[in-house]
């Protein structure tokens, strides 16, 4: 089913505490996408990564931070110094960076922090 | 600037109705546009693609680049087909600039 997970699946943090999450494919995709979705506010895309090694701020990168150490993996680490972190994480993959191309979604991960 | 719109934060519909989903985008160049589905305790996934020209489901969507406007259609909603759909523009990097997503519910 899709290739892609994310754990864990829930999340509960207390404020101040960075906090990691996962995301796995093994789809032999180049590209891999965070993003944060919220009610009324769609998908905004947090970081993303064309290739290993190699990632770009999206428009919401702010108080978060990515690896890309291995082409299967992209974890993101939520930060103390994001302000509202409480959201659903969604993590996406696709074979490449073109414009054509279909993204994968994982399960994502939704994140509490009191 | 590259932006979607997707007027409509509900839709509801009769089972058999004909049901229209509003996308506008702007984009500066040839724009590439998608619509995304999220079915209820699904994950995310694709409906169908400008570029592939096909009909999934019983959807439909025209690329119309004089109103630059990508609606999404179906003659006949169907009660699965309540979910929530995303309009998505894609740059010349491969990333996805979505609208804020439209909840269809139809009713039996």
């Known amino acids: 089913d899709g290739g892609i997970t994310q754990s864990p699946k829930y999340l509960f943090r207390k404020e101040g505490q960075n906090v990691t999450l996962s995301c796995e494919q093994n789809?032999?995709?180049?590209?891999m996408y965070w993003y944060r979705q919220d009610p009324g506010q769609g998908l905004r895309l947090i970081y993303y990564s064309q290739i290993v090694n190699d990632f770009q701020k999206g428009d919401i990168a702010e108080g978060y931070s990515v690896s890309r150490e291995k082409k299967e993996s992209f974890p993101l680490t939520v930060t103390s110094a994001q302000k509202n972190p409480t959201a659903f994480y969604l993590c996406a993959s696709s074979p490449g960076t073109g414009m054509t191309y279909e993204q994968y979604f994982g399960p994502g991960t939704r994140l509490t922090v009191t | 600037a590259q932006r979607v719109t997707q007027p409509e934060k509900l839709l509801s519909v009769f089972k058999g109705a004909p049901v229209e989903l509003k996308c506008n985008y702007s984009y500066s160049g040839s724009p590439e546009l998608f619509w995304y589905v999220q079915y209820s305790r699904q994950r995310l996934q694709l409906l169908l693609r400008h570029i592939s020209r096909e009909s999934i489901k019983g959807f439909t969507a025209d690329l119309n680049k004089g109103e630059t406007s990508f609606h999404l259609k179906k003659p006949f909603a169907q009660e699965e087909d309540s979910a929530m759909y995303y309009c998505?523009?894609?740059?010349?990097?491969?990333?996805?600039?979505f609208g804020r997503g439209t909840q269809l519910t139809v009713w039996p």
């Open positions: 789809l032999n995709h180049d590209a």
């Open positions: 998505a523009l894609s740059s010349t990097l491969g990333r996805l600039y």
